[in-house]
């Protein structure tokens, strides 16, 4: 009988102790589950309802956008300027206080029922910034993702204490339905075929291919880089406004990008770093009809980008 009571109270007390165990792996795991909790207290998630999903396209000379509200954080926003490659950015109205990591992701909307979510890399966004772009390949991707009825999404920490998820969604709601006229406005963009680095610009009176003391002073300065680098290629693009013949636009465009390829040649820079385009009247830099959105359009563009053809003189 004593044995007996002896292994049960043995008994017993090993019971107790698995007890005490079980209790303090539970504790311990809820002690945890709260910690992990503390540390990303919530997350906040931005998104336009399937009401209020509106793709907005904006179109002037030289410029096309197509524009997403993020209620209560932004607006993401596509973009493409003449010469330029196609951009994505997203305006909110306070930039990062600091530099965030943000992942990028593809998810199947609730109401699609074909599709696979996948992960689509990572980025910075940097401090200061505004707006917050985003790389040129994810940008392409994220528009190949709306058109293919998905919703992109971006997370990263908050921009205060760093404790919450921030999750953006872009809804692909009517976006195809805004696509056909984004795509018109971006056909009849300048088409470049270099990614330039800079772009200024000098203009001309009325029919004239003169250089004015303005003009002079922008190849000047041109000049002037290219001397102290000679790294890059300098590639000028004539225009000319509206008004008269087509054909004696064109030529008047060549004429002017001629006069400022000449100046450049004559402060220095080598002949076969200088590349020259003309587009007459077809590309204008304002569409009004007063003099002064006139006066813009006669003008010629110079673009430097990457080196020069040729680094003999």
């Not at 001309?204 to 790294?231: G, P």
Request: glycine letters at 8%; aromatic letters at 10%; charged letters at 25%.
């Amino acid at each position: 009988m004593l044995l007996k009571l002896r292994a049960w109270r043995v008994e017993t007390l090993g019971m107790k102790n698995v007890l005490r165990h079980r209790c303090t792996g539970t504790g311990l795991w809820l002690g945890l589950v709260l910690v992990s909790q503390g540390l990303f207290a919530s997350t906040q998630q931005f998104q336009a309802s399937w009401e209020q999903s509106r793709w907005e396209v904006e179109s002037r000379a030289g410029f096309c956008a197509l524009s997403h509200e993020i209620p209560h954080f932004g607006r993401a926003r596509f973009e493409q300027a003449s010469g330029q490659r196609l951009r994505f950015s997203i305006h909110v109205d306070q930039p990062p206080v600091r530099d965030h990591q943000a992942q990028l992701s593809s998810e199947v909307p609730a109401w699609k029922h074909v599709g696979e979510s996948r992960e689509l890399g990572s980025f910075n966004f940097r401090q200061g910034s505004m707006p917050l772009r985003v790389p040129r390949e994810q940008a392409m991707r994220i528009y190949a993702e709306l058109e293919q009825g998905m919703q992109p999404v971006f997370e990263f920490a908050d921009w205060g204490d760093g404790r919450d998820r921030v999750q953006v969604a872009l809804m692909p709601v009517r976006f195809r339905e805004a696509l056909p006229a984004f795509l018109a406005c971006t056909a009849g963009l300048l088409y470049l075929d270099f990614e330039p680095v800079a772009e200024k610009n000098v203009f001309f009176a009325t029919n004239s291919d003169r250089l004015s003391r303005a003009a002079r002073r922008t190849l000047e300065q041109v000049a002037r880089d290219y001397r102290k680098r000679k790294d890059f290629r300098i590639v000028l693009g004539g225009h000319a406004d509206a008004r008269g013949d087509a054909d004696f636009n064109m030529l008047l465009s060549q004429r002017r990008t001629n006069m400022a390829a000449r100046y450049l040649r004559s402060r220095g820079v080598a002949s076969g770093a200088i590349e020259s385009r003309f587009f007459g009247e077809s590309q204008p830099l304002v569409t009004d009809s007063g003099e002064p959105a006139l006066a813009k359009n006669r003008r010629v563009t110079i673009w430097l980008t990457g080196a020069p053809k040729v680094s003999s003189p």
